[in-house]
């Protein structure tokens, strides 16, 4: 069977888990990576998970500062496709490994540079540590409020090294997609502050509209909120949590009837639509709910939801527990390896699956197969088209997922056309459809009845044209509207046939609907936020009313995200597939699986492994060297020193200020008292000029959240984080930029469609004359807002 990447060869010179992970996931699907160590034993080489992101590779330890050393690795880079580094720009520069020094010797190289704060601009050369990247851009604020001081609180889900990881693979993957014309390579950038970007979704909108969102809020206050009754935490009656998300009103009548509290919609006060009653009433409810839960186990409560099947909920697990989820285990998302369990492959590929662990093998007899067939030169320039430029794209998923994977897409340059249901995508009429215009944007838009003959008719044609399709739809459903995997290869051997679910198809949970928090909760993330320090003992009402927002902003709304670069990956995996069989496939993602790649860092278990580092108890972080500090005017600053050179250039750089500098052998408490006091005797911008100036990574980390960073910080302008476009309703408004970059500039970005903005036009195309598209208009085969 041939493997996706079959024949593709790639050089890793990354240090750490996004270049490590990405070239895993490169040499899981058949590419064969070289993987260059340093001469030194490197730190970032020992933690647990290294073991498991160097799978399926072949070491080679190379001294690049010898003229012979670096000799040999421009050998490899002759013979290779993909160059993927992390090393910080002005160390690149010094070696002459920057893109302009290494294309103009390989210019059929595509070369992925993944960073801290990006290529350029005032925060380049910024340690690129993600939690100094965390704290810089707002995210440590968002969760103030869940522990008992005020202030922000450590950021503990790597999601910024995870977005980075799938974008490396995706945006190395599109341009190898592109080079198939010429040959010649390009520059593929990413940057961990670009990986914080997906989070952010409803805010910079609401804050440029604030005549549109009403009610919704768009800054975060110190204490977290109550939850929505349909998005909420709740605890069993053996003490653990349980975390529901039954986000549209049939989902939540399901809850209801399971836990048999179905007769508050019997209330006159009761308002279906958006599933909430009067406050008082609301908060009678919500007690009543609480109290409720306590009456069976979690395992009980779940069984009965699972029973059910349409039910968005989960228990609250560690990453080490979910390593045994019976629905993790079923879809193949841990895999046994060398005597440990680790992660599986990113997707499910149905014609050519991930063979992990497969590669690697004699690094002698490898460099001298590569060294016998270098890469041909370029037959024509590099184009400065977007990678994607000439995909076809059809997008038929709602909500977050895969509705945001696909903007992703249309931002590497691809066509990517919306099919909604009649009256729209569900999450238009959601905060005023604020997030609806993030997760869409780039697209255009036809909303069509999928049930009627010439609804289907109609998505068949599109599908007959389309390179990829995405949806999110649950097993059976696509089945009953004629888009099914078996129809659809039928019309279009040839398609990319991606589908997006909570479960994966083969465990327990299969048929049941999931929403960001319940991969949140049982995945991990949300546990390790907490420091995996959730009450085990039962709390009564008042107590409740403490922790269930608590948890619910520790839940925040990164499990979407997580799995919309995933999606992204996959289609890239599919896309460069075809091109090495002829043949277009089925692939399988779901939310649990894009998860455990979020959760990278612990889903790996072997004897002896270390336990997952997590936050104190108040959050401040993970290490004196690791961690948040107060500083004067009640101001915050993030230190990140974790290596002894560090350490040593921290003092140099105190003591020639005339303070007192820690003894960093005196033990953590000492430390961590130590560099409390010396803080304290400064605002925190002041530490961040003195300190973040010479290379030290200290930076504040208040005062300011993401999308207030996006719209006024330099380094976001300077990287175009933030571009113009034109709203088809709003007007003119700034949104999110790429999360990729090519060829050393953001790509030009476009904004989202209204529900079925573009139907008449598209019927246009497809040969429909006047008369038949106003008549499709009027018999509800078709639809567009009347407004």
């Known amino acids: 069977m041939t493997a996706a990447l079959e024949g593709l060869r790639v050089v890793d010179l990354s240090r750490g888990p996004a270049g490590g992970i990405a070239t895993m996931i490169l040499a899981d699907f058949g590419a064969e990576v070289i993987a260059i160590d340093p001469p030194f034993d490197d730190p970032l080489g020992q933690v647990p998970a290294a073991r498991m992101w160097r799978r399926g590779k072949s070491q080679l330890r190379l001294d690049l500062n010898d003229d012979d050393d670096l000799a040999r690795l421009h050998s490899l880079l002759a013979a290779a496709d993909i160059l993927i580094c992390s090393w910080k720009p002005e160390t690149l520069k010094r070696r002459e490994l920057d893109y302009a020094s290494v294309s103009e010797r390989h210019p059929h190289l595509i070369y992925g540079h ?34 008992d001081r005020d202030g922000p609180v450590y950021s503990a889900l790597q999601v910024a090294t995870h977005v980075c990881a799938q974008s490396l693979v995706a945006g190395t993957l599109a341009a190898l997609h592109a080079r198939a014309d010429t040959g010649a390579g390009r520059l593929v950038e990413t940057s961990l502050l670009q990986g914080l970007m997906p989070y952010e979704q409803n805010t910079l909108l609401g804050r440029q509209f604030p005549q549109h969102v009403k009610g919704v809020p768009m800054v975060s206050t110190p204490e977290p909120p109550m939850p929505s009754l349909f998005y909420h935490p709740a605890q069993a009656g053996d003490g653990r949590w349980i975390q529901f998300g039954n986000l549209l009103p049939h989902l939540f009548d399901n809850f209801l009837m399971v836990t048999e509290l179905i007769d508050v919609v019997a209330d006159p006060d009761w308002d279906a639509e958006q599933m909430r009653l009067p406050k008082d009433k609301t908060e009678a409810f919500r007690d009543r709910m609480f109290k409720r839960i306590q009456e069976r186990t979690a395992a009980e409560w779940i069984a009965a939801f699972t029973e059910n099947g349409s039910v968005a909920s989960a228990p609250y697990q560690t990453t080490q527990e979910a ?64 990678p994607l430029s000439g995909v076809r794209v059809l997008e038929m998923s709602t909500i977050i997922a895969g509705p945001l994977a696909a903007s ?99 465990g327990p949970s299969a048929l049941r609907p999931s929403t960001h928090p319940v991969p949140g909760a049982a995945m991990g993330g949300a546990t390790f936020q907490m420091g995996e320090r959730l009450p085990k003992e039962l709390l009564d009402t008042e107590q409740l009313r403490i922790w269930a927002p608590r948890l619910m902003r520790a839940n925040d709304l990164n499990p979407d995200p997580n799995t919309s670069v995933v999606i992204c990956s996959a289609a890239m995996l599919g896309l460069n597939a075809r091109r090495n069989t002829g043949k ?132 976001s302008r300077q990287l175009g984080l933030i571009q113009s476009a034109v709203h088809p309703v709003w007007g003119e408004y700034i949104r999110h930029g790429s999360n990729i970059h090519f060829d050393g500039a953001a790509p030009a970005v476009k904004p989202p469609p209204y529900s079925g903005q573009h139907g008449a036009d598209l019927l246009a195309t497809m040969g429909y004359s006047e008369t038949e598209i106003n008549s499709l208009f009027e018999q509800g085969v078709v639809w567009r807002p009347a407004d």
Not at 124 to 129: D, F, Q, S, W
């Open 323 to 386: 390593m045994h989820d019976p629905d993790v285990v079923a879809n193949g998302h841990v895999i046994e390896r060398d005597g440990a369990l680790e992660l599986g492959p990113v997707a499910r590929l149905s014609e050519t699956p991930a063979q992990p662990g497969q590669g690697g093998g004699d690094i002698d007899q490898q460099i001298s197969a590569w060294s016998d067939s270098p890469r041909p030169a370029p037959s024509a320039d590099a184009t400065r088209d977007l």
């Open 114 to 147: 993944v960073s801290g704060f990006g290529s350029h601009g005032p925060r380049a050369n910024v340690p690129g540590y993600e939690g100094i990247v965390a704290a810089t851009s707002g995210r440590m604020s968002m969760y103030q409020g869940i522990v």
């Open 408 to 506: 992703f897409l249309a931002d590497m340059g691809a066509d990517v056309i919306k099919v909604e249901q009649v009256k729209g995508d569900p999450y238009r009429g959601m905060a005023q459809g604020m997030g609806y215009s993030r997760v869409n944007a780039g697209k255009r838009s036809i909303s069509i009845n999928l049930k009627s003959p010439d609804g289907q008719k109609i998505v068949h044609a599109l599908i007959a044209e389309a390179d990829i399709i995405i949806h999110n739809y649950r097993p059976g459903v696509p089945e009953r509207l004629g888009i099914d995997y078996k129809t659809v290869s039928n019309l279009n051997p040839g398609v990319i046939y991606i589908q997006s679910n909570g479960y994966g198809p083969d």
């Open 584 to 715: 277009g496939q089925r692939i399988l993602v779901d939310m649990f699986g894009a998860n455990t790649y979020a959760n990278h860092d612990d889903f790996v278990s072997y004897p002896g492994k270390a336990p997952r580092a997590v936050a104190d108890e108040l959050g401040y972080g993970l290490a004196p060297t690791y961690r948040l500090y107060r500083c004067a005017d009640n101001t915050w600053v993030f230190l990140a020193i974790p290596q002894e050179k560090e350490q040593t250039r921290f003092q140099q750089i105190i003591e020639a200020e005339g303070l007192s500098a820690p003894d960093f052998s005196t033990g953590d408490d000492a430390v961590t008292a130590s560099l409390e006091a010396l803080f304290l005797t400064r605002p925190a911008m002041d530490w961040e000029t003195l300190l973040a100036g010479q290379g030290i990574g200290c930076v504040r980390a208040d005062g300011i959240d993401q999308p207030e960073f996006l719209m006024k910080d330099e380094q």
